[in-house]
RNA sequence: CGGGGCGUGGCGCAGCUUGGCAGCGCGCCUGCUUUGGGAGCAGGAGGUCCCGGGUUCAAAUCCCGGCGCCCCGACCA
């Protein structure tokens, strides 16, 4: 019987990739769209993803010394006009408000697009002497930019992130920093979200506006697009000049200080549904999902108590895991099959008078549909070992597509053909000169994702190893190593 | 900012061309029967047809104006 059958509310990827991502965001209840325009609601079931995100980083933020803080949302327009490059880079997307208290206000004040300028203002007061450094603070918030097309959780008006801002007493801790959060980036996006990105820095094109380097992790979609899925700033001292961030060093003289910012936000759920959803709908990995399993007990009118006390019993054993029991009477079983197959729980376990005469429970993967029966008294065991294969084969699948995925190539012409026709990550030679970055993303509409990380494995690393030495692929220049190009969300 | 699509019970839509009782499916409520891949039957509730104006005996339908939402491209997490 054909799969699609199942789930009538899902558009079929193939058919339409974008109705497909919506079809999923609402229809899984992750979130629902909002009466303002590129507004969304978080629903409960999408809010509880980005607990588990948040669950999975903040922990990561502390062990690397890291303090929790909150600024304010307003920022005073002048605070924002004194980083001129930074300030060029948000206007166009910046929302103000010009009143408050039924009155006019002084000076308008920005809703932050970021923090830059109200945590470098604060920066300035804290710190004094090489002693206050480094100072390393994140804060957790919704931030505001006023897009013009918007999409749920890839880009939305007003979304919510992470974004940690520090200050270092030289250039090379600054750099060490960025790079380790980066790296920190990488490992949990790997590791917990299941996502195969590849890291490396942006070019000057690409960076943060008023940033000296910008770092990202990029992943690639199931359509082949890529996704900016986190980014780490060496931010220079650009800003400390600006907002006289100044402490007096060792040797007596006053420096300014060196800084960073970095952040993810909630588009990361938007990397989880397109990396890991079928058509079927959402499939989760299992350290990010909000539900590891979901007992559905199959209780005909005859047995139904002794069904319900049975799934009752194997629930309150399950204790620790996320575990629902899903008793309510009104959908059948294959209604509820459908029903959290769309909404990506990682594990179904039955439990059916069939089951109990035989002491055991049904466990069904949702990444492969693979079915295993299971002692009643093994589920409490068997369960966690099969989400750890669960989390392992959905990084496997994800990295392995993005390696299929990943073409080199050595000239225009072959550079072309790949993008029109297969999209994926496109690994070749770059010159080095914007002139040519520009014109390849003007004709093409790829830009570069990133120049990769030396030393670092990724699904790209292959093709860069065979891609050394190539020459440019839009003007045929010397290039200095190969880059990562791709079309972007 | 360009291109396209759409606004009709909670959701998805038909009706509009050619003006004349506001309909269908799903969902919802009640009852009974059901339960191993989206159960069946019976009864029932639910509507400023996006808004404003105009034409007309009569407007969801025709005309004018506005608003909103979604999708796709260019710019950005």
């Known amino acids: 019987m054909g ?22 965001v609402t229809r899984a209840e992750l979130m629902d769209y909002a009466p303002v325009k590129g507004c969304m609601v978080i629903r ?71 923090s830059e300028a109200m945590i470098c203002h604060m920066f300035a007061r804290w710190v004094q002497s090489w002693r206050d450094l480094p100072v390393l603070v994140n804060q957790w918030c919704n931030v505001v930019r006023w897009e013009k097309a918007t999409r749920p959780f890839l880009r ?30 990488c490992d949990c996006l790997r590791e917990d979200l299941a996502l195969a990105v590849v890291p490396g820095r942006k070019t000057e094109r690409e960076k943060f506006a008023g940033a000296l380097r910008t770092y990202a992790v990029e992943a690639l979609m199931s359509d082949g697009k890529a996704l900016q899925a986190g980014t780490s700033h060496n931010l220079g001292q650009f800003f400390a000049r600006v907002f006289n961030i100044l402490f007096l060093d060792r040797d007596g003289r006053q420096k300014h200080v060196w800084q960073t910012s970095w952040g ?43 069904v319900l006390t049975a799934a009752r019993r194997l629930h309150a054993g399950l204790a620790g895991m996320r575990v629902r029991l899903d008793d309510r009477d009104e959908h059948s079983p294959g209604w509820k099959f459908n029903e959290w197959e769309m909404r ?24 492969s549909g693979e079915r295993e029966e299971v002692p009643l008294d093994g589920v409490s065991r068997r369960l966690p070992e099969l989400l750890a294969e669960i989390q392992h084969a959905m990084y496997r699948r994800a990295w392995d597509f993005t390696s299929r995925s990943t ?11 790949v993008l029109e026709e297969q999209r994926g990550f496109v690994v070749g030679g770059w010159c080095g000169d914007e002139d040519c970055e520009g014109h390849i993303k003007t004709e093409t509409g790829a830009t570069i994702r990133c120049l990769p990380l030396e030393g670092v494995a990724s699904p790209v ?26 079309r972007a969300y």
């Open 344 to 367: 990506g729980v990682p594990v179904r376990i039955e439990l059916g008078p069939r089951d109990l005469e035989a002491s055991r429970a049904i466990l069904v993967r949702r990444d």
């Open 461 to 486: 690393s292959d093709a860069l190893r065979e891609a050394a030495g190539l020459p440019c692929v839009h003007c045929g220049g010397r290039a200095p190593g190969p880059v990562v190009f791709a």
């Open 264 to 306: 993810v936000s909630t588009r990361l759920i938007g990397a989880l549904i397109m990396v890991h959803g079928d058509d079927r709908g959402l499939v989760l990995p299992p350290r990010i999902a909000p539900l590891h399993a979901v007992i559905v007990p199959i209780s005909p009118q005859r047995r139904r108590e002794e």
């Open 156 to 185: 939305t008006t007003e979304f919510l992130w992470q974004e940690g801002h520090t200050c270092h007493a030289t250039e090379e801790e600054a750099e060490a920093e960025t790079r380790q959060m980066l790296g920190i980036y």
């Open 44 to 114: 409960p079931y999408g809010y509880g993803i980005w607990e588990r995100i948040q669950g999975a980083l903040d922990p990561r933020f502390k062990a690397t010394g890291h303090e929790n803080a909150y600024f304010p949302l307003f920022i005073p327009e002048s605070f924002l006009r004194r980083e001129a490059e930074h300030f060029e880079g948000f206007v166009p997307e910046v929302a103000w408000v010009t009143r408050g208290g039924g009155e006019e206000l002084a000076e308008p004040l920005a809703i932050r697009p970021t």
């Open 407 to 417: 073409r080199l190539v050595r000239d225009w012409t072959e550079f072309r053909t």
């Open 3 to 24: 799969e699609k059958e199942f789930v009538k509310e899902i558009t079929s990827r193939a058919v339409d990739y974008s109705q497909w991502y919506v079809d999923v």
